[in-house]
C-alpha cells in the first residue's frame, strides 16, 4: 500500500521559519508535491520536486530525498496569510497507471 | 481562463438516496480526478479519468462511481448514500502527462459539500 507521514500540526510566529515533514512509503515513485488549503478553500498546488534537492519558488521551498523517502516544505518570513492546511502528495503507481495519493495533512497556524 | 467548476457546491440528503455530482475542467485539461476529503482523512482517491476511460480507482466501495463524457466533463455518483459518505468531494484537473506541467499539478474545484441525514 501507499502511505504519507506528515505532523498532524504545527505552529510559528510571524517572521518566523517553519518546516514541514514529509514521509512516505509508496511501491513507486514520481514526484512529491505540495498543496495549501485555507479553510473553506480548494487546495492550491505550491511546489513538485521529481529529483533530489532543493526547489525554491519566493518564501516557499520544497526538499526531497528519494534514497530516504523524505521531503519538506519550508516557509519563511511567515506571515499570518500562511495559516492554512499544508498536504504532501506522491505520484506513485496505483492499479493500471499512476494517482496522486496525499497526506493527512499539516495544519500550521502562525500568530502575530 | 475559467478554473474547475463543481456543481452543486451544498447539498443535503437522507440515507439510503442517491447522489451526483458534476466537475467541468479548466478548458484543455483532459484528466479529471475526484477526491473526498474528510475532518482529519486529509483527501482519499476516488477515481482519475483520462479521455472518458477511467485509469484508477480508489478503495471505495462499489457506490461509487463516476464518468468522463466526450467534453471532458465528468460526473461521480454515490448510490444507497449512507451517514459516513457526508463530505467535501473534490475534483481536479490536470494536462495528461508527466513532468511539473502534466499530472502532478492538480487544478481543483472549490468542491461540493454533501451532508447525509
Known amino acids: ?112 | 481562463k475559467a478554473g474547475v467548476t463543481q456543481t452543486p457546491r451544498y447539498l443535503i440528503k437522507t440515507r439510503g438516496q442517491q447522489v451526483t455530482l458534476s466537475c467541468s475542467p479548466i478548458s484543455g485539461h483532459r484528466s479529471v480526478s475526484w477526491y473526498q476529503q474528510t475532518p482529519g482523512q486529509g483527501l482519499q482517491f476516488l477515481f482519475e479519468y483520462f479521455s472518458e476511460t477511467q485509469r484508477n480507482k480508489g478503495n471505495f466501495p462499489g457506490r461509487f462511481s463516476g464518468r468522463q463524457f466526450s467534453n471532458s466533463r465528468s460526473e461521480m455518483n454515490v448510490s444507497t448514500l449512507e451517514l459516513g459518505d457526508s463530505a467535501l468531494y473534490l475534483c481536479a484537473s490536470s494536462l495528461a502527462g508527466t513532468g511539473l506541467s502534466g499530472a502532478n499539478v492538480l487544478t481543483f474545484g472549490a468542491g461540493s459539500r454533501l451532508t447525509v441525514l
Open chain 1, 1 to 112: 500500500g501507499q502511505s504519507l507521514e506528515q505532523p498532524s500540526e504545527v505552529t510559528a510566529v510571524e517572521g518566523a521559519i517553519v518546516q514541514i515533514n514529509c514521509t512516505y512509503q509508496t511501491s513507486g515513485f514520481y514526484g512529491l508535491s505540495w498543496y495549501q488549503q485555507h479553510d473553506g478553500g480548494a487546495p492550491t498546488f505550491l511546489s513538485y520536486n521529481a529529483l533530489d534537492g532543493l526547489e525554491e519558488t519566493g518564501r516557499f521551498s520544497s526538499f526531497l530525498s528519494r534514497s530516504d523517502s523524505y521531503g519538506y516544505l519550508l516557509l519563511q518570513e511567515l506571515q499570518m496569510k500562511d495559516s492554512a492546511s499544508y498536504f504532501c502528495a506522491v505520484r506513485a503507481p496505483y492499479q493500471a497507471g499512476t494517482a496522486l495519493i496525499f497526506g493527512k495533512g499539516t495544519t500550521l497556524s502562525v500568530s502575530s
